[in-house]
């Protein structure tokens, strides 16, 4: 087992946390730069003091890391006075307890990290149920006797338990009716959706949903599309809650319906996933997916394959896909491609329509438009090409450097 350990900036604001990574091999996903991890810390509000890279064969057991490498973490505590410490995988109720108990300092998980932002940034009444949801059954894999109020006994007349029935049993029960109470309340938001989705149907509008990783500048890409003011940042999760808005096709003489839904990250929390199944239906019952891609990102492959791992888990990865490479503004010259609408082929024989832009700048706009009115009048059986049948088979997607299939038209920049 081997680690390496980098400071980070000098914190302003917000609590002071160590960040760690794990490399448990190549069957497991790793950030050796812990960069995003960083930049989820920040959207958190917290400040990364220090990172560290340690490499196991296995977790261990009780303390993830192992005691040697927990020492080390509790000395980058001391150095540079973390308020907490957290950690880029998954850890289980009783590594996070033992962790705590081992630094003397608050310890959090990938997971727990992402629910807080996604707490923190849920604006509707429906995203704020959805949080709730995924925040308690993470939590309800956590009581655990860790606090001194649950070592309190209840009982007598009056009291929901029977004698003796302990705290964390009545916290356990109050979890579990929350649970049951806001799946009830989601359960008729996904109705009243449904409603919606039925009557965009009977009008015969064709829906469009915008998917792709955190950060790739969907929401930009949507506000640029409809002249709208859907908030659009720079930062992870800006977005939370699905908005649709008309979208008006000079090409088409009408309109299409196009809705801006949450970004994907790598490890998304399945519960997670399967709270906001309910905005995510949105995508799952689209007509056409515009996959946002940012271009500039180091981990384009990886970000593009976890995106159709989400949408296969919400059963959307045969939905026909045009790959928007967002960002082209911030490529070099050098690297920046010759042609800018084109075709790629992500398996043999299926070819998947691609079309560089900078939502910033306005540049390849025009060209979406025309693939998007081309693939609502039913032009474009051969241009657009279901998204799950090309990743089921190829080896690994596209770079912007690449240019795998013949272009199928050509654009001014």
Do not use: C
């Not at 890279?53 to 020492?71: C, E, M, N, T, W």
């Not at 949105?282 to 976890?306: I, K, M, R």
């Amino acid at each position: 087992m081997s680690s390496d350990v980098s400071p980070s900036g000098a914190a302003a604001d917000g609590a002071r946390a160590v960040l760690v990574g794990v490399d448990l091999g190549p069957s497991s996903s790793f950030d050796p730069t812990l960069d995003e991890l960083a930049l989820l810390a920040e959207s958190a509000g917290d400040v990364a003091v220090a990172r560290l890279i340690a490499r196991r064969k296995a977790p261990d057991a009780a303390l993830f890391v192992g005691s040697g490498k927990a020492d080390e973490i509790k000395a980058l505590v001391e150095q540079h006075r973390a308020t907490g410490v957290i950690f880029d995988q998954a850890l289980s109720p009783a590594q996070q307890r033992n962790l705590e108990r081992h630094l003397g300092v608050q310890v959090a998980d990938r997971t727990a990290l992402i629910l807080e932002i996604f707490a923190q940034r849920a604006q509707s009444h429906e995203g704020k149920l959805q949080v709730e949801l995924a925040r308690l059954q993470y939590v309800a894999t956590r009581l655990v006797r860790r606090w001194s109020h649950l070592e309190r006994q209840q009982g007598g007349i009056g009291t929901r338990g029977g004698p003796g029935e302990a705290q964390i049993e009545l916290d356990r029960r109050m979890i579990g009716d929350r649970i049951k109470t806001v799946k009830q309340r989601l359960e008729k938001v996904k109705r009243q959706r449904g409603t919606q989705r039925r009557a965009r149907e009977k009008s015969g509008t064709f829906r469009i949903s915008l998917v792709g990783y955190t950060n790739a500048g969907k929401s930009t890409l949507f506000n640029s599309l409809v002249k709208a003011r859907t908030y659009a940042a720079d930062q992870l999760f800006a977005t939370l809650d699905t908005t649709t808005r008309q979208l008006y096709l000079p090409q088409l003489g009408g309109t299409v319906s196009l809705s801006d839904t949450v970004g994907f990250i790598r490890d998304l929390p399945h519960k997670l996933v399967e709270a906001f199944r309910a905005t995510l239906q949105e995508a799952a019952e689209a007509d056409l997916l515009l996959h946002v891609v940012d271009a500039s990102s180091p981990q384009l492959a990886e970000q593009l394959d976890e995106v159709d791992r989400v949408l296969a888990e919400i059963d959307a990865e045969r939905i026909p896909q045009i790959l928007v490479y967002n960002k082209l503004d911030r490529l070099d010259e050098a690297t920046r491609p010759r042609v800018l609408v084109d075709a790629v082929e992500r398996a043999p024989g299926l070819r998947v329509p691609r079309i560089f832009l900078s939502a910033m700048e306005g540049t390849g706009l025009e060209a979406l438009r025309e693939a998007i009115a081309a693939a609502a009048s039913g032009n474009a059986d051969d241009y657009v090409t279901p998204a799950g049948e090309a990743a089921a088979e190829a080896d690994e997607p596209p770079s912007p450097e690449a240019d795998e299939a013949p272009a199928t038209r050509s654009m001014q920049a």
